[in-house]
């Protein structure tokens, strides 16, 4: 054996010893590092989620029609999940429309915020030069304003005498349109305008890593502009996609304040809107637990994705 490897191995074999002699210290110091955010989590998340556990899977008190909260889980009822399903696949499925309502707002609010944020974010990661922080400022604006104000805002935009119909009139077109009157439209755009700063943050976070060796290697290849985007910088912020999307999609399926200041109305109403109705009537309580418990269902599904697909991108790098 060669005195270069008979120094490899004992390197390796010392840097061994010392990664084990310090592995205790650091799992002390990582748990430490943790305390925090699990007591924390454990507080604010664990148990408020089991107390609509409790709600959903607890009974009515007919004499003041409320739910009453039942902690023993040997003694839940599924009274309410059964009432709540039926609601929205039984004969009369009253809630039904309302999802599938929910789902057709939230993809076609995410496609558009995708559409419009996309451009930005690129534009700000590869050809804003020394204005990039004079963007980046303009893209964190929005998080200094309360989302409630923003939305506030756009009822003075859009309501019947607001600034939106009175640009109409102003060149020549019809001017008093009830904008806030049950829109679809409205609402849609309302989600957009509320949630794409996320998307963009996050968009421009992962273009902004893109090792520009890439997009040169693919241009001295050959590839012109378009194909270098299509070929290069499109497959490696796929990441970045998956993430903004997920960060944008999540609350809008769970959105109701959007809809209650926009419009307020049935024909637009969402399940968001659903439950914080129920969750306000008498007797009514335990359905409105149940079908958040079954919205967090259908959410954790794209969650796992969005995990797996992360690991898995990272053993690529790796």
């Known amino acids: 054996m060669t005195m270069p490897t008979v120094l ?10 010392r990664k084990q002699a310090e592995q205790p210290h650091n799992r002390v110091f990582y748990v430490l590092l943790a305390a925090p955010g699990i007591i924390w989590l454990a507080l604010l998340f664990l148990v408020p989620f089991y107390d609509v ?26 009274a309410y999940l059964v009432l709540t399903w039926r609601d929205l696949f039984g004969a009369g499925a009253v809630e039904l429309p309302v999802l599938w309502r929910t789902i ?14 996309y451009p930005a974010a690129y534009f700000v990661a590869r050809f804003a030069g020394r204005r990039k922080a004079f963007f980046l400022v303009l893209l964190i604006a929005p998080f200094w304003i309360s989302y409630m104000m923003r939305m506030l805002a756009w009822i003075d935009l859009l309501q019947t005498n607001g600034y939106l119909n009175k640009a109409l009139s102003l060149v020549g077109l019809p001017g008093q349109t009830n904008w806030l009157g049950g829109s ?14 996320y998307l963009i943050l996050v968009l421009y976070a992962g273009l902004d890593r ?29 990441q970045p996609i998956l ?26 109403a969402m399940i968001g809107n659903v439950i914080d109705q129920q969750l306000y009537a008498n007797g009514f309580e335990g359905e409105g637990a149940v079908l958040s418990l079954l919205l967090l269902a259908v959410l954790v599904v794209p969650m796992v994705y969005y995990v797996r697909a992360t690991a898995k991108s990272a053993r690529e790098a790796s």
């Open 184 to 197: 679809a439209f409205t609402v849609i755009l309302g989600l957009v305008y509320g949630y794409i700063p």
């Open 210 to 238: 893109i090792d520009g060796s890439l997009l040169e290697a693919g241009r001295d290849l050959g590839l012109g502009r378009f194909r270098t985007f299509v070929k290069v910088t499109l497959p490696l912020s796929r």
């Open 8 to 17: 490899r191995f004992s390197g390796q074999r010392a840097r061994r010893q």
């Open 53 to 78: 556990l409790a709600i959903a899977g607890g009974r009515l008190d007919f004499l003041k029609e409320t739910a009453v909260a039942v902690y023993n889980p040997l003694d839940w009822s599924h």
């Open 104 to 117: 057709w707002y939230t993809a076609v609010a995410s496609l558009l915020c995708l559409a419009i944020g």
């Open 243 to 268: 993430t903004g999307l997920l960060i944008t999609v999540l609350p809008m399926l769970g959105d109701y304040f959007t809809n209650t200041l926009l419009s307020g109305t049935r024909s637009t």
